[in-house]
C-alpha cells in the first residue's frame, strides 16, 4: 500500500486548505484511514479517520467543527478539509492507513505535507 499525501502550504489564519491523500497497491473496503499531524516539539497526535466505506468518523476533540474528514472511493482519495485554521495547527500533516478498525496501529504511512498557518 502507498499514500500520497498533498496539499499542504502556508495559509494566513482563518483560511482553509484541503489535504488530500491518495492510496494505490490494493483494494481498500475495509480500511481504516486517519489524518495525523506532528508540530515541532509535541507527539504525533490522531487528527481524524474515516473508514473506507465512509459510514464511521472520528475527529479529535481539538478539531471538532473545523476540520471534516471524506473520501472518495471512485478516485481512492481520502481528503482533510481544514476551515478556519489557526497557528497552532500548523504541523506535518500524515496520512494513514491500517487494515481494520481492530488493528491496533496504523500499518501504512504517506510521506507528510507541511501546513504553516502565520498570525
Known amino acids: 500500500v502507498q499514500l500520497q499525501a498533498s496539499g499542504g502550504g502556508l495559509v494566513q489564519a482563518g483560511g482553509s486548505l484541503r489535504l488530500s491523500c491518495v492510496a494505490s497497491g490494493r483494494t481498500f473496503s475495509t480500511y481504516v484511514m486517519g489524518w495525523f499531524r506532528q508540530a515541532p516539539g509535541k507527539e504525533r497526535e490522531i487528527v481524524a479517520r474515516i473508514s473506507w466505506s465512509g459510514d464511521s468518523t472520528y475527529s479529535a476533540d481539538s478539531v471538532k467543527g473545523q476540520f471534516t474528514i471524506s473520501r472518495d472511493s471512485a478516485k481512492n482519495t481520502v481528503y482533510l478539509q481544514m476551515n478556519s485554521l489557526k497557528p497552532e495547527d500548523t504541523a506535518v500533516y500524515y496520512c494513514?492507513?491500517?487494515?481494520?478498525?481492530?488493528?491496533?496501529?496504523?500499518?501504512?504511512w504517506g510521506q507528510g505535507t507541511q501546513v504553516t498557518v502565520s498570525s
Open positions: 494513514a492507513a491500517k487494515r481494520s478498525i481492530s488493528r491496533p496501529s496504523y500499518e501504512y
